[in-house]
């Protein structure tokens, strides 16, 4: 086929396609006009024409791609890495969301890294993932166990800002206030608080 006779087929394709847009845009009134939501999930926006009984593409718009999610990494301290702790942390996360705290986002847009506070390469850590907790509990013994936890942290060269990842109705008066004071004042260490 040479190039004329390839030109004059798309010129004539095109003209057929107007005049199909054309015929079907004047037949239709603009209220019969709907967004087919099987093509918008598949990512085109095509607006379609509702006859008596059947449906007529009219246009079919660019597909508009959507942002790719972010992924965020934190990395979470006080927790045996064990696979079913990372769903206890994404829970937490969850709950504070609920809550209406934009950071915390959905679970899934977490990457959780459990992290044994003891590891000797916490520095090559910190330096990677900028994003740090500690896994508060509110049983009897948390004070001393999460301190033990921060004391590690600062004794490895980790990270010197953590989130307090706590329930969310902890009250700040005891455990918290006194965690936060401790880390600051004996190992250097900014323990972030989360507001009810």
């Given at each position: 086929m040479?190039?004329?006779?390839?030109?004059a087929?798309?010129r004539?394709?095109?003209?057929?396609?107007?005049?199909?847009?054309e015929?079907?845009?004047?037949?239709?009134s603009?209220?019969?006009l709907?967004?087919?939501?099987v093509?918008?999930?598949?990512?085109?926006?095509?607006?379609?024409?509702?006859?008596?009984s059947?449906a007529v593409?009219v246009?079919?718009a660019p597909a508009?791609?959507?942002?790719k999610?972010v992924?965020?990494?934190l990395?979470?301290?006080g927790?045996?890495?064990?696979?079913h702790?990372?769903?206890n942390v994404?829970?937490?996360?969850?709950?504070?969301?609920?809550?209406?705290?934009?950071w915390a986002g959905e679970?899934d847009?977490?990457d959780?890294h459990?992290?044994d506070?003891?590891?000797?390469?916490l520095p090559?850590?910190?330096?990677?993932?900028p994003r740090?907790?500690?896994?508060?509990?509110?049983?009897a013994?948390a004070?001393m166990y999460?301190?033990?936890?921060l004391?590690?942290?600062h004794?490895?060269?980790?990270?010197?800002?953590?989130?307090?990842?706590?329930?969310?109705?902890?009250p700040r008066?005891?455990l918290?206030?006194?965690?936060?004071?401790?880390?600051?004042a004996?190992l250097?260490?900014?323990?972030?608080?989360l507001a009810?």
């Amino acid at each position: 086929m040479s190039g004329q006779d390839q030109a004059a087929g798309l010129r004539k394709w095109a003209d057929l396609q107007r005049q199909q847009r054309e015929s079907a845009s004047q037949s239709v009134s603009p209220t019969e006009l709907v967004t087919d939501d099987v093509a918008t999930a598949a990512g085109d926006s095509t607006l379609v024409a509702r006859n008596s009984s059947d449906a007529v593409d009219v246009a079919v718009a660019p597909a508009r791609v959507a942002p790719k999610k972010v992924i965020q990494s934190l990395v979470v301290v006080g927790l045996p890495a064990h696979q079913h702790q990372v769903g206890n942390v994404k829970g937490r996360l969850s709950q504070w969301s609920a809550l209406g705290r934009q950071w915390a986002g959905e679970p899934d847009d977490w990457d959780i890294h459990l992290v044994d506070s003891a590891t000797a390469n916490l520095p090559l850590l910190a330096s990677r993932y900028p994003r740090w907790a500690l896994w508060v509990s509110s049983d009897a013994d948390a004070f001393m166990y999460m301190y033990r936890v921060l004391r590690q942290v600062h004794d490895n060269n980790g990270p010197k800002r953590l989130l307090a990842l706590h329930e969310p109705h902890l009250p700040r008066q005891g455990l918290l206030d006194n965690l936060r004071e401790a880390a600051a004042a004996y190992l250097d260490t900014e323990l972030l608080l989360l507001a009810r």
